[in-house]
């Protein structure tokens, strides 16, 4: 067996020691560089600055916990953005599975910087089964879909809700989700109701939201970890997702760096391969 | 009869949905209509759910009984089911009949355990176990993408090749350290990759996806509103 051969046949064991490393060693070391800013998102920062102050609007918490790296801090950015700007958040969920605790805890963690109480400034509608009925019956009444908020008090009791009764009177949709309800968003809410929406989404789905961003009908996008961070930035404040893109950076030139090796190894092989034939 | 009725019901709710969209709730009849099938959907929906815990207890409760191989497992998956499922639905204070009977029991201050507010049982299992769970699994990703990535991804033709300089490309431009690299070269790259593979060649792509994958779905709809399509019932 040559070099060659030897090479293509390492123990993946070592492959994951290394990306153990190139995980781990930016939480020893700081290396940061810059995040530079992509025009999506800045198109989605700028969407919800010209807002004017105190308008009502969606935050929706559409992402399981098994992505929290890449969401979370979008939605914590968002809200930090939002609050600053005075804006009223609606926050609700189509995932059943810790959806409404996630957005109960970041939102409240969130809103007590900000000296925020619930009911006025903020409502957590929680989750309701069948998201194609929720999206489409919340633009006749929000209230037939969620007569109560997550805790159970009647919507008609909290303030906010008094001032809102469906899509009309939402300024703005601000998604954040790991899976395709980002279409439906589209599809029911802005495409039949005009409410203009902006979705931050995982790296994996992040290609397919492009298409939406090119034809108008999502106002800007936030790409997996590295668009938290550039919206972290835009907001001005480092949160988890900046400190998170020297490992994802390291990670990825790992991944560029066993392509090559790998492929640099395929072709020594294909080479003396050939040469063994002939 | 057990054909017709689920056609002729499946039938009857496609239309009002097709037709529904065209008039507005609030001023039309059939606005109505749609909005009040709509809330019968989130119904129906949660008795889905309730189907789902009813099938995962039966299928589970059966391989621990026969103690079939690894019936700890499915033991631990009922256990979870009930930890999780119990404590939130217990009331969180005495104003409702269930409620006055357990606090007649239990102290009122127990309350806080219950439901899915902050502090509560629930909350504590999601928080501190099913979410580093869910987390965990979703990070090992990382480790068989690399190790794939370094025994799968080769340049066998051309159209790989193609790929495998576009995936290095996109991948190098989505983080800092890459986009200062790519900067060395010239400052316009990123903003190439951005305009010329994200905003071209894969929107291009995506779109064709997109809209094909709608028509499909359309005429899926379709089939099921006129009674072609009936695999839903069992039927081929």
Known sequence: ?278 | MRTTVPVVIAFISGMIMVVGFFFNPERSFLGRVEEEVLQWVTIVGGFTLLLGVVSIVRVNSKVVKQKKAGWIFNLATLISVFAMAIPSMLPVTKTSNLGSVIYSIFPESWGSLFGTGTGSIYDWLFNYLDAPMMATMFAMLAFYIASAAYRAFRARNAEATLLLVTAVLVMLWRIPMGEAFLRLFSDNIPGYINSYIMNGVNVAVQRGIIIGAALGAASMSLRIMLGIERTYMGKG
């Open chain 1, 1 to 278: 067996m040559n070099f060659w051969e030897k090479l293509s046949h390492i123990d993946r064991r070592w492959i994951y020691l290394l990306v153990a490393i190139a995980v781990t060693f930016p939480m020893l070391v700081v290396i940061r560089f810059p995040v530079e800013l992509s025009p999506e998102a800045q198109k989605l920062y700028d969407a919800v600055e010209s807002l004017p102050d105190s308008s009502v609007v969606f935050l929706t918490f559409d992402y399981y916990p098994s992505t929290l790296a890449e969401t979370e801090p979008m939605s914590i950015a968002a809200l930090k953005q939002m609050f600053r700007k005075d804006m009223k958040i609606i926050t609700m969920t189509t995932i059943p599975l810790g959806g409404p605790s996630i957005a109960e805890r970041v939102t409240r963690k969130v809103a007590e910087e900000y000296g925020k109480v619930y009911g006025e400034d903020f409502v957590n509608l929680g989750y309701k089964a069948n998201y194609v009925a929720v999206l489409k019956g919340m633009g006749g009444a929000i209230e037939t879909i969620y007569p109560a908020d997550n805790t159970g008090t009647p919507l008609r009791e909290l303030p906010l809700m008094q001032r809102v009764k469906n899509y009309s009177d939402i300024k703005f949709i601000y998604v954040v989700a790991d899976n395709a309800i980002v279409d439906y968003w589209i599809s029911i809410v802005n495409a039949q109701y005009g409410t203009p929406v902006g979705a931050g989404v995982t790296a994996v789905m992040a290609p397919k939201m492009y298409s939406f961003v090119e034809s108008g009908q999502l106002v800007g996008l936030l790409g997996g970890m590295k668009g938290a961070a550039e919206y972290e930035r835009l907001v001005k404040f480092e949160g988890t997702a900046t400190r998170g893109m020297d490992a994802q950076s390291l990670v990825h030139l790992l991944i560029i760096f066993f392509v090559l090796v790998g492929n640099i190894s395929f072709l020594a092989m294909r080479r003396s391969g050939k040469e063994a034939r002939r």
